[in-house]
């Protein structure tokens, strides 16, 4: 339920007109309220005339619209974000602002406090956004449009100023304009590089400055992920994620050097970098005591993901320099050996995970022993578990039960795309009530639901395609699940079918 004053605000933002002749005289403890309900309502007219009066130095997304605002847990849903017009409203509305600044350096626009837009987490992957949300990519692009139109327009101004203002020497005194710093999370790939490139290199002198915080790169070379990477402000960057940039040894190794000076750097992420350690290829030695260095010389990381890089019997070496115990690693079809989960067993690391991605590994008797020491060993901290297409049967599930049932801060659950049956996940049900935050679980379709015999022997990515499963056997089983799931008090839990479902958690989230 709505509050009366977020009701109060709905109706005025309706009104652009007399919200423009009666904003001078609204206190400035109502402005965030007006601003959430112009948002929630999608009425973007209302949005120019609030940013041109914010009374704050801060408008900060993630709080007026997440759980730290006063009230805003009575007149935001949880997860309710701006549409994309919002957003695109709110940008114009800064650069309108910026540009009213240049044009009259001593006129009207002294009662805009603003010098800080946060902008971070407001932008959703492709899988989560609603069809009128704003994408990553698509608000990297319009932020940098932004800038480089600010940038323009105070160039052009500095030189119409240059003859008008004359210090007592005759050299030029230019009036020092208001700035915007515009914290956001950036997305590239070929098609934004440029204009990324152009945004960010106009720096702290520009009037519109982008501030990282998670930087993502897919499909860049070498030289232009190293390129952004020296244009970004390391100071506030805490996530590194180059995906699909088949860098290899060699091109990791030349990137990861640029990554030093990012001291806060807690997540980096580098799946798909072709990297395959099984190949007799001269140089991967000295490439992987190369990258184990580089990952030493960040203090602050907490995170890595090394998906699909081939690893087979390297981890400890890749591991050991790191500078303090991991709490999120992501090893997804690494071909990881015994020895390599032997490792992780036995390191700093396994004691402090929160997040582990083993997926894609075939765990036959020779990795189920060491995985289960490995649960065994973080059962404390252990928070999301992805053992996606791994090949486990309900043999196998029945010998990891024991260590995972040891895991009682465990909230996730992924076992998607294994060859478990119907009594089988009706066991781990039963068996895994024991642990009193594990709200999600992602179950393969029971073998027993499939139109047809699973071939012998199974696929290597043990993946199942939705259309060779009975609809009507598989609706059967998952009311069963329920019913078990309500009869023992966890109606709250879900147990679904859904991989998308699962999503990726957010390290920072954990």
């Keep these: ?58 408008l900060s997304f993630r709080h007026l619209f997440g759980h730290r605002h006063h009230d805003c847990h009575r007149d935001c849903h949880l997860g309710d974000k701006p549409s994309k017009p919002c957003v695109q409203a709110v940008i114009l509305a800064v650069v309108a602002q910026l540009r009213r600044a240049l044009d009259e350096p001593c006129g009207g626009t002294r009662r805009c406090r603003l010098r800080v837009l946060d902008m971070t987490g407001l932008q959703d992957d492709d899988a989560e956004r609603g069809p009128e949300g704003m994408s990553l990519w698509s608000g990297t692009v319009a932020l940098a ?20 203002h004359k ?17 956001t999370d950036l997305f590239v790939n070929a098609a934004s590089f440029a204009v990324l490139r152009d945004a960010l290199r ?78 007799a290829a001269a140089g991967t030695d000295a490439g992987l005591r190369c990258l184990a260095e580089q990952l030493g010389k960040l203090p602050a990381l907490r995170e890595l993901n090394l998906g699909s890089s081939r690893l087979s019997g390297k981890l400890r070496q890749l591991l050991s320099d790191l500078q303090a115990p991991l709490e999120s690693l992501e090893l997804p079809f690494c071909s990881l050996l015994p020895g390599d ?11 402090a995970l929160q997040k582990l991605d083993l997926s894609g590994h075939d765990l036959t008797e020779n990795l189920l022993g060491p995985l289960g020491r490995l ?33 009682s801060h465990l909230r996730r659950l992924g076992l998607f795309g294994n060859p478990l049956s119907t009594p089988g996940l009706k066991t781990l049900l039963r068996k895994t009530l024991v642990l009193p935050d594990l709200h999600l679980v992602v179950y393969p379709y029971p073998v027993d639901c499939y139109n047809h015999e699973l071939p012998q022997p199974l696929p290597s990515s043990g993946w199942v395609f939705e259309d060779v499963v009975d609809e009507e056997r598989l609706a059967v089983v998952n009311a069963e699940l329920c019913q078990i799931l309500v009869s023992s008090g966890r109606a709250d839990a879900v147990w679904t079918t859904n991989l998308w479902q699962l999503g990726a958690l957010d390290y920072f989230a954990l």
Excluded at 217 to 226: D, I, Q, W
Excluded at 270 to 277: A, K, R, T, W
Excluded at 386 to 403: F, K
Aim: charged residues 20%; positive net charge; glycine residues 4%.
């Design 1 to 58: 339920m709505h509050s009366l004053l977020f009701l109060c605000a709905r109706r005025l933002v309706g009104h652009p007109c007399a919200l423009r002749r009666v904003l001078a005289l609204v206190p400035a403890e109502l402005y965030p309220v007006l601003f959430r309900a112009a948002c929630l309502d999608g009425r973007t007219p209302a949005l120019p005339p609030l940013l041109a009066a914010w009374p704050f130095p801060l």
């Design 375 to 407: 649960l065994e060993e973080s059962s404390a901290s252990l928070r999301h578990l992805d053992l996606v297409e791994c090949r486990l049967t309900d043999a196998r599930l029945e010998v990891l039960l024991p260590a995972l049932c040891r895991c």
């Design 202 to 279: 106009a720096g702290a002198a520009a009037p519109l400055r982008l501030k990282c915080r998670d930087f993502h790169a897919e499909e860049l070379s070498v030289a232009g992920t190293v390129s952004l990477l020296e244009l970004l402000d390391p100071a506030g960057v805490r996530q590194v994620d180059l995906r699909f940039n088949n860098l290899g040894l060699a091109g990791l190794c030349a990137v990861l050097p640029h990554l030093a000076r990012f001291t806060r750097l807690l997540s980096l992420k580098l799946p798909y970098s072709n990297v395959d350690v099984r190949r």
């Design 167 to 183: 210090g007592p020497s005759g050299a030029s005194v230019a009036p020092q304009p208001i700035a915007v710093e515009v914290r």
């Design 341 to 351: 989960v032997a490792f992780l067993c036995q390191s700093p690391h396994a004691p």
């Design 145 to 164: 449009k932004a800038a480089l139109e600010v940038s323009k327009h105070h160039r052009e101004c500095l030189k119409r100023g240059s003859k008008r």
